[in-house]
Nanobody, 113 residues
Framework: QVQLVESGGGLVQAGGSLRLSCAAS????????MGWYRQAPGKQRELVAT???????NYADSVKGRFTISRDNAVNTVYLQMNSLKAEDTAVYYC???????WGKGTLVTVSS
């Protein structure tokens, strides 16, 4: 059925970059808004970025100008390009299908300072 599989997490130094991918299956991806959320240790899960089916994006203030969400409907994948990473970005990052209210299992991003 519906699957969201995140990849690309890892350990990176402050100032570095990572690109997260979320491969979707089992739904009509091209018509679905998608999002990236994150949950830092001891914190609530929070919005990072969203992208509509038409490519309209929005970002949390904390990542604006540093992160870019994009999608490739040809391969049913949503991406999160993360630049200028800060220690505060350390979290498990989750892919989310907004209309289906379906979460991926997450990928850990650790930013060392």
């Amino acid at each position: 059925q519906v699957q969201l599989v995140e990849s690309g997490g890892g350990l990176v130094q402050a100032g570095g970059s990572l690109r997260l991918s979320c491969a979707a299956s089992g739904s009509i991806f091209s018509v679905e808004a998608m999002g990236w959320y994150r949950q830092a240790p001891g914190k609530q899960r929070e919005l990072v970025a969203t992208i509509t089916s038409g490519g309209v994006t929005n970002y949390a203030d904390s990542v604006k100008g540093r992160f870019t969400i994009s999608r490739d409907n040809a391969v049913n994948t949503v991406y999160l390009q993360m630049n200028s990473l800060k220690a505060e970005d350390t979290a498990v990052y989750y892919c989310y299908n907004i209309p289906l209210r379906y979460w991926g299992k997450g990928t850990l991003v650790t930013v060392s300072s």
